[in-house]
T-cell receptor, first 118, second 112 residues
Framework: DTAVSQTPKYLVTQMGNDKSIKCEQN?????MYWYKQDSKKFLKIMFS???????INETVPNRFSPKSPDKAHLNLHINSLELGDSAVYFC?????????????????FGEGSRLTVL | GQNIDQPTEMTATEGAIVQINCTYQ??????LFWYQQHAGEAPTFLSYNVLDGLEEKGRFSSFLSRSKGYSYLLLKELQMKDSASYLC?????????????FGTGTQLKVEL
């Protein structure tokens, strides 16, 4: 029943390791996102895909690589993890991802994946 | 650039009314959202304004003035469960897609 699901929910790992977070949505939305929420609770967009195509790529280290095998899935792979990567990573999806339309296009968030780098 | 400001913390009493303000300066505007986030949980959608004026939805209302770059979220008949962080977010038409830029959130504490 879960609309946007992401795994794992918790991830504890050592510096220098590589890890992946997976996300799936069953809402039929065309657009999916990765957001990062730091320890001060600031929520910042990282990437957005529309129908498997990358449309937003904020200033994110290239150690972060998103992959969208189909429009219902968006995964995030992180290489060479650093202490500063510790955060909660939220996947989200929305409909009507086109600029200029006046539909709400609200985001539906997954439960978050709390990454702790030691 | 994008700049979205909201107070860091607010405290209010159960049963009262509270208004959380948000001011924004963004390079484009295509709607303003309010989200609620309880500790350890995902943000959930509360309201959306794209035209000036007040949108009411039960105990929650949201107001927008585009000329002033200003919005507020009004919560009436406060309940303990309303203790949460309230995030103001602006949708930008530029950059492709449905890009939301969030403020840092207002932590609301409801007391007896």
């Amino acid at each position: 029943d879960t609309a946007v699901s992401q795994t794992p929910k918790y991830l504890v790992t050592q510096m220098g390791n590589d890890k992946s977070i997976k996300c799936e949505q069953n809402l039929g939305h065309d657009t999916m996102y990765w957001y990062k929420q730091d320890s001060k609770k600031f929520l910042k967009i990282m990437f957005s895909y529309n129908n498997k195509e990358l449309i937003i790529n904020e200033t994110v280290p290239n150690r972060f690589s998103p992959k969208s095998p189909d429009k219902a899935h968006l995964n995030l792979h992180i290489n060479s993890l650093e202490l500063g990567d510790s955060a909660v990573y939220f996947c989200a999806s929305s409909q009507a991802g086109l600029a200029g339309d006046h539909l709400s296009g609200e985001l539906f968030f997954g439960e978050g994946s709390r990454l702790t780098v030691l | 650039g994008q700049n979205i400001d909201q107070p860091t913390e607010m405290t209010a009493t159960e049963g009262a009314i509270v208004q959380i303000n948000c001011t924004y300066q963004t390079s484009g505007f295509n709607g303003l959202f309010w989200y609620q986030q309880h500790a350890g949980e995902a943000p959930t959608f509360l309201s959306y304004n794209v035209l000036d004026g007040l949108e009411e939805k039960g105990r929650f209302s949201s107001f927008l003035s585009r000329s002033k770059g200003y919005s507020y979220l009004l919560l009436k008949e406060l309940q303990m469960k309303d203790s949460a962080s309230y995030l103001c977010a602006v949708r930008n038409p530029g950059g492709g897609g449905n890009k939301l830029t969030f403020g840092t959130g207002t932590q609301l504490k409801v007391e007896l």
